[in-house]
């Protein structure tokens, strides 16, 4: 079993900065796709950033594309992401996810197409 573990979230205000960071543990392998999604209340979950080892590219959503940086090491399995400039609308639960085998690029922001999850680590920004 895979256990997925977030941390680095916190309260801030807007305008700030946060490092949020993933690690895997348990009977892993080299994952192909690691993520973040996220999660605020009432609202379903959001695709965040991926890393796709396969195209070797990295993608943002447009909401968070300038202001947030994802990294990752597929061999490790551990990824982290960088949030700058800081918005109340950035205020969600984050999770982190991870697919062993290959996401076709459209699918890439399908949460359903992920295998292991983190249980979320809680990021709230003040206005």
């Known amino acids: 079993q895979v256990q997925l573990v977030e941390s680095g979230g916190g309260l801030v205000q807007a305008g700030d900065s946060l490092r949020l960071s993933c690690a895997a543990s348990?009977?892993?392998?080299?994952?192909?796709?690691l993520a973040w999604f996220r999660q605020a209340p009432g609202k379903e979950r959001e695709f965040v950033s991926v890393c796709s080892r396969r195209s070797g590219s990295t993608l943002y959503s447009d909401s968070v594309r300038g202001r947030f940086t994802i990294s990752c090491d597929h061999n490790k399995n551990t990824l982290s992401l960088q949030m700058n400039s800081l918005k109340p609308e950035d205020t969600a639960v984050y999770y982190c996810a991870i697919k062993g085998g290959h996401i076709i690029l459209s699918q890439l922001s399908n949460p359903t197409m992920y295998d292991y999850w983190g249980q979320g680590t809680q990021v709230t920004v003040s206005s």
């Open positions: 348990g009977r892993t392998s080299s994952s192909n796709v």
